[in-house]
């Protein structure tokens, strides 16, 4: 009899917990992407950084340029403080300074230009990329994709295995033929590619770097 209590009160158990299980929420996927870098790793991505860099590389070597003759002006007026005289010094001294605050302008009016040409990329690109996140999220079942890229994202710790940035640059480069130009992204903008001007750290981008 004692036995029979017992086995009933097994499969009593047991049945309770088959009934917990199949009655629990399905696990929650979590992904994470790094929108900057599949951005800029995709095929158009390496090319609108790359003719980017084209467009700014006259503007570039023109700074180049002025800063050359502030550095040799700088290196006469060096060597000659024994032997120049008083005006001359003085002459090379507001030279230097006129040349330098041109050259502060200049710097900071292509900083601008290439945030904006820059930004006007991302934004685009960045719009296409969030539709196929969408669509891929969706087919995939995750509830969650956080982008890892953004300073606000509160991501201390994420597994390579959850990583999809690779997954969605070979999903743009392959639909991008197909897709037209979307809205301005949401979700924060990479600061994509090279290195800037002067003054201020450059937005991160793809290769090359920014006038400076």
Do not use: H
């Not at 047991?14 to 599949?38: F, L």
């Not at 390496?46 to 467009?55: E, H, N, P, S, V």
């Not at 570039?60 to 700088?74: C, D, G, S």
């Not at 903008?189 to 450059?202: D, I, L, N, S, V």
Request: proline share 8%; net charge positive.
């Amino acid at each position: 009899m004692r036995r029979l209590i017992y086995l009933t009160v097994l499969s009593f158990a047991a049945a309770c917990v088959a009934g917990a299980q199949s009655a629990a929420p399905a696990p929650v996927k979590i992904g994470i992407i790094n929108i900057q870098s599949a951005i800029v790793s995709t095929k158009d991505g390496q090319k609108a950084a790359g003719d980017l860099q084209t467009r700014f590389t006259p503007k570039k070597t023109e700074l180049e340029r002025k800063q050359a003759e502030i550095a040799e002006l700088q290196d006469k007026l060096s060597k000659g403080r024994n032997t120049l005289s008083e005006e001359a010094r003085q002459g090379m001294v507001r030279d230097i300074d006129a040349k330098t605050k041109s050259l502060t302008r200049a710097t900071e009016d292509a900083q601008a230009e290439w945030d904006q040409e820059q930004q006007r990329i991302f934004n685009e690109m960045g719009g296409k990329m969030l539709a196929l996140i969408d669509k891929y999220a969706k087919d995939n079942a995750y509830s969650i994709i956080l982008d890892v890229s953004s300073p606000q994202t509160p991501v201390l710790f994420a597994s390579n295995s959850i990583d999809v940035t690779r997954d969605m640059v070979e999903i743009y480069d392959k639909n991008a033929p197909n897709m037209t130009t979307a809205p301005p992204a949401a979700a924060s903008t990479p600061k994509p590619p090279p290195a800037a001007p002067a003054k201020r750290t450059a937005p991160a981008a793809p290769a090359a770097a920014a006038p400076k």
